[in-house]
């Protein structure tokens, strides 16, 4: 079992930058993907970002496509999750998630482990 924690959540103001860390502990395999969701108060949890524990390949939610970034120190088994130009729209609690397959889905219930969240909150 992949245990999950992640860091960096705050208060930033809108245009800012946060970078969210996740460390992983546990066996990570090499087929494993590594996943942030967000959720704000009263809606679902929503995908944000997502790469295969082993490739460069990364895949981005419409919502934040060329502004956030996905990254991964295998070395550390640590997933980031860098964070630029926020809006008030991105407030909510981020998660990271591992998924025991190198296929990417969006799914939240398609991903196996989760860590505990880290709230973001953008001010206007």
């Known amino acids: 079992q992949v245990q999950l924690v992640e860091s960096g959540g705050g208060l930033v103001q809108a245009g800012g930058s946060l970078r969210l860390s996740c460390t992983a502990s546990g066996r990570i395999l090499s087929t494993y993907t590594m996943g942030w969701f967000r959720q704000a108060p009263g809606k679902e949890r929503e995908f944000v970002a997502a790469t295969p524990w082993t490739s460069t390949v990364t895949f981005y939610s419409d919502s934040v496509k060329g502004r956030f970034a996905i990254s991964r120190d295998n070395a550390k088994n640590t997933v980031y999750l860098q964070m630029n130009s926020l809006q008030p729209e991105d407030s909510a609690v981020y998660y990271c998630?591992?998924?025991?397959?190198?296929?990417?889905?969006?799914?939240?219930?398609?991903?196996?482990?989760w860590g505990q969240g880290t709230q973001v909150t953008v001010s206007t």
């Open positions: 998630a591992a998924r025991h397959s190198p296929v990417v889905v969006r799914t939240p219930s398609d991903f196996n482990s």
